[in-house]
């Protein structure tokens, strides 16, 4: 494959991506402004901090003068099930050479949907499909911070597109895949994590409990997927 096929492959695959992440990138460039920080904020967090929900809980952070501490533990959990992203793309990542840390940083949720759901083992589409969500990302982020500065409006709710990307990810490889174990496996794990521990600390006992029982249910799940290929 040449690299201009491998340039229109890599945006063709991340055009969903791409409108997701303008619309959720300009909500929270919309909030940051809102609370009083300006277009060179929200340009830097995209550009370096790179996490969605993690951005938008770091607006109340920042804003509310949290520590350093009570700081890393919030990310840690919010970010937590991306350990387990990592741990699954060890094989994928192999022979990045120095790319790899980028691939490592820009590992997003819906990054990791698209690579995994290649089967091509292609290094440098997997590098593209990263940079290009990262810049849609960072592109969001600026033109919500611009539009913000510019107009000013309630921004309650705006947070809900976050809500809605994820959804929105879900629903896709629902359709995509015929195996829905797997995300019968997710929710069920989710919602029961949820009912226990309750909305502050349900995230990382469910990644958990997903983790635990996806390993014991492996064997079905993976004999399946290879009867549908």
């Known amino acids: 494959m040449s690299n201009k096929e491998r340039i229109r492959k890599a945006f063709k695959l991340t055009i969903p991506v791409l409108t997701g992440y303008i619309c959720l990138g300009i909500g929270f460039g919309i909030i940051l402004e809102a609370k009083g920080y300006g277009v ?3 340009f830097c967090m995209g550009l370096f901090i790179y996490a969605g929900s993690m951005q938008y809980v770091a607006v109340d952070l920042i ?3 949290a520590s350093l501490i009570a700081t890393a533990l919030t990310t840690l959990m919010v970010n937590a099930r991306h350990l387990f992203y990592g741990i699954s793309m060890i094989e ?3 022979g990045t050479g120095k790319k790899k840390p980028y691939l490592m940083m820009s590992l ?8 995994v759901s290649d089967n091509t083992n292609d290094k440098r589409l997997y590098f593209l499909i990263s940079l290009f969500n990262h810049c849609y990302w960072v592109i969001g982020c600026t033109v919500g911070s611009l539009i913000g500065s510019v107009l000013n409006f309630n921004t309650n709710g705006v947070e809900f597109v976050l809500t809605a990307l994820f959804v929105t990810v879900f629903v896709e490889q629902w359709l995509n895949c015929k195996n829905h174990l797997p995300a019968v496996i997710g929710v069920v794990s989710t919602v029961l994590c949820l009912v226990v521990f309750g909305a502050e600390y349900f995230l990382i006992p469910s990644m958990i409990l997903i983790t635990i029982v996806l390993t014991v249910l492996k064997k079905y799940t993976v004999s399946e997927v ?3 290929e």
């Open 92 to 94: 994928k990542y192999k």
């Open 40 to 42: 060179l904020w929200a």
């Open 63 to 65: 804003s509310g003068g």
């Open 108 to 115: 997003t949720d819906e990054t990791y949907s698209l690579i």
């Open 226 to 228: 290879n009867s549908d």
